[in-house]
């Protein structure tokens, strides 16, 4: 009992020292969406119920697949503005080899995808190896690619797609059975109490100070508590949906690529700035280009799950407020726009704000434009919250 409130008392103690220092991490964006799920239960009692809350695990899987590319792109301080075309065009080329030209679903869904590696690469190139500003060569890429998605679709414009097809699947299938979404908690679960206990055995080796096994307990304990009621609730509705498992797959994939690789750390270090991170030995272009070709790939990925949910390809698809939405996420989300911070759960974490409040508005009955509004303030609050954070982690000499 002492053991647990000592772990209490050093969780406690590690929030208010992580609140004076900056480095907020997660905090913020989880109270967020505490709140927002608050008002809107309160507001709407369906909010809350198992078949919203389902459908709005597979409504941020698209624009959450690209913003982790995002998440990757704003780590080494720079943007990508032609995510949203990338995604229209890899659909519109999935699309037109598969029902009209009669390719194999999984061979159009690898070119689509090699489509969105090749099109990053290109925009890597010159900014990587030429130096131009990312800023201008996405911006090309979004017009350009976008007008390329126009030509490859010709004059019919849409292109309906088989529900029970492999793409159809992506987001319309679920995993009926009650073990699926349990043992995907337990395993969660499990992997976090290794990554905890792992990270203690490294930093005792080292003469680090580490965390105590009672508070790997709790915090192990908490994320046990959240993942069991998560598949409590999937389990109510229709079960685990395959679009949400892809998803968390790829987010705790790519986490640990950039938590536990080199090329991980040379992603953020190169965040710290190019100087520095050339002069400690890394291949500064071969990074660029590589964070590039990430992007678009997660782009044609996220575009191939947006026009699942849909079941069709058209001429609006990758446009609209998709492009946006995803950057916001990955902000939202806790990745700094100076480059340096973030992780791939950033995006998971703001896609879950931004379509929480997008579902609770739908709801509501609420115009679109007052979504628009609410989500550009949770927007400027995130862009707030990181700069006030920067400039205290400087103050403390940790920027």
Known sequence: MNGLR???????????????TGELGALPVVAAVLVIWTV???????????RNLSNLSVDIVGAGMIAVGIVF???????????????????????????????????AVAAAVLCGAAIGAVQGYFVARIGAPAFVVTLAGLLGWNGLMLYVLGSSGTINLDEESLLGELTGYYFHQVAAAYGLAAVGSVVCFLAYYGDRRRRRAAGLPYRPLTEIAVRTGGVALVAFLAANVLNRF?????????????V?????????????REVYALGGGLEPARRAGIDVVRVRVSVFMLSGTMAAIGGLFLASRITSVSQTSGSGLLLMNAIAAAVIGGTSLFGGRGTTWSALLGMLVIQSIASGMSLLGI????????????????????????????EHGRA
Do not use: C, H, K
């Open 6 to 20: 000592r772990a209490l008392g050093g969780g406690a103690e590690a929030v208010g020292r992580r609140l004076t």
């Open 367 to 394: 115009q679109p434009a007052v979504q628009f509004m609410v989500t550009g303030g949770v927007l400027l609050a995130a862009v707030v919250i990181d700069t006030v954070a920067r400039r205290t982690r400087r």
């Open 73 to 107: 792109v704003l780590l080494i301080g720079e943007i990508d503005l032609s995510v949203g075309s990338v995604s229209g065009l890899a659909a519109a080329l999935f699309a037109v080899l598969n029902v009209r030209q009669g390719m194999a679903a999984w061979l």
């Open 238 to 250: 229709q079960g685990l949906p395959l679009a949400l498992l892809a998803f968390l797959v790829v």
């Open 252 to 264: 705790a994939g790519l986490d640990l690529v950039l938590r536990r690789t080199r090329y991980g």
């Open 40 to 50: 809107f239960q309160i507001l709407n009692g369906n909010f809350l119920s198992p």
